[in-house]
T-cell receptor
Framework: GQNIDQPTEMTATEGAIVQINCTYQ??????LFWYQQHAGEAPTFLSY??LDGLEEKGRFSSFLSRSKGYSYLLLKELQMKDSASYLC??????????WGAGTKLIIKP | IAGITQAPTSQILAAGRRMTLRCTQD?????MYWYRQDLGLGLRLIHY???????GKGEVPDGYSVSRANTDDFPLTLASAVPSQTSVYFC?????????????FGPGTRLTVL
């Protein structure tokens, strides 16, 4: 079967750094996506990795290791507005997205 | 219209009733998707359409049907609603099907079936 695992909830302090992990087992691999979803809102795209390594985009970075079936999203200089759920999704061999349940990130002052 | 719109925003529905959730995009995207999101579960694909005139079944298609008569519209119909279809429904679109396939989401419809 196909499976995406990520922690249910994490807590971090404003101004700090947090790493959200995602492990996956899917039928084929055509890239890994991270989305941000604020409570009551739609998911919005953050990043895409298809090759191993780190992709940096401002305060957010995403890492991929295909051999380990592992990715992480790194958020630096945390702000209160970063309080949201972070969704990991893998594109399988049929070019469909398989989604993790999401990690709820709570930022404390 | 900018992006994707969905209607209604929320709905309470009696079991056994028929309901159509509407989705319209103005980005001229080829591919469109319907997901449901339930607490503790990831987004689950109900149906998809890679291009106008074609549709396909996702992970949880039972009890739902879709049509794609044109590029912009992708309605989702519940023929006879049941309480287990209580969920938040998101419509999404992407420019094409392929490796880099960022999906853009509508604001969602919160459906309660009693």
């Amino acid at each position: 079967g196909q499976n995406i695992d990520q922690p249910t909830e994490m807590t971090a302090t404003e101004g700090a750094i947090v790493q959200i992990n995602c492990t996956y087992q899917t039928s084929g691999f055509n890239g890994l996506f991270w989305y941000q979803q604020h409570a009551g809102e739609a998911p919005t795209f953050l990043s895409y990795n298809v090759l191993d390594g780190l992709e940096e985009k401002g305060r957010f970075s995403s890492f991929l290791s295909r051999s380990k079936g592992y990715s992480y999203l790194l958020l630096k200089e945390l702000q209160m507005k970063d309080s949201a759920s972070y969704l990991c999704a893998v594109m399988d061999s049929n070019y469909q997205l398989i989604w993790g349940a999401g990690t709820k990130l709570i930022i404390k002052p | 219209i900018a992006g994707i719109t969905q209607a209604p925003t929320s709905q309470i529905l009696a079991a056994g009733r028929r309901m159509t959730l509407r989705c319209t995009q103005d980005m001229r995207h080829n591919a469109m998707y319907w997901y449901r999101q339930d607490l503790g579960l990831g987004l689950r694909l109900i149906h998809y359409s890679n291009t106008a005139g074609t549709t396909g079944k996702g992970e949880v298609p039972d009890g739902y049907s879709v049509s794609r008569a044109n590029t912009d519209d992708f309605p989702l119909t519940l023929a006879s609603a049941v309480p287990s279809q209580t969920s938040v429904y998101f419509c999404a679109s992407s420019d094409r099907v392929g490796s880099y396939n960022e999906q853009f989401f509508g604001p969602g419809t919160r459906l309660t079936v009693l």
